[in-house]
């Protein structure tokens, strides 16, 4: 059974940073592209940022310059390192795992593309 299991969130002051952790079991992420979502308080989902199997990477236009994607492929763990965290990025935060492919993928910052999510950790950013 494939499952997305983060951890890593919380409460910070505007100006900090956090890092998100997600553990895919049940599969690998080495030939998937996988990604970060978040829904903030009285909005849709959006995209936050994506890597693809050779670890190229994609963000969203209000994360691009803080926050970084990367992953671990021996842990099977993807993170996201959040810095100079804002009130606006206060959300719930998905991990989630695009589907399998057989050969080379880039990223995907199409949420509606992938195939697995994480249950979603909160992260607040005060002022």
């Known amino acids: 059974q494939v499952r997305l299991v983060e951890s890593g969130g919380g409460s910070v002051q505007t100006g900090g940073s956090l890092r998100l952790s997600c553990v895919l079991y049940g599969a690998a992420l080495t030939n998937r592209y996988m990604g970060w979502f978040r829904q903030r308080p009285g909005k849709q989902r959006e995209e936050v940022a994506s890597?693809?199997?050779?670890?190229?990477?994609t963000y969203g236009d209000s994360v691009t310059d803080r926050f970084t994607i990367s992953k671990d492929t021996v842990k099977n763990t993807l993170s996201l390192q959040m810095d100079n965290l804002k009130p606006e990025d206060t959300a719930i935060y998905y991990c989630?795992?695009?589907?399998?492919?057989?050969?080379?993928?880039?990223?995907?910052?199409?949420?509606?593309?992938?195939?697995?999510w994480g249950q979603g950790i909160q992260v607040t950013v005060s002022s």
């Open positions: 890597i693809g199997s050779l670890d190229l990477t």
């Open positions: 989630a795992a695009g589907p399998p492919s057989p050969g080379w993928i880039g990223p995907s910052l199409d949420q509606t593309t992938y195939a697995y």
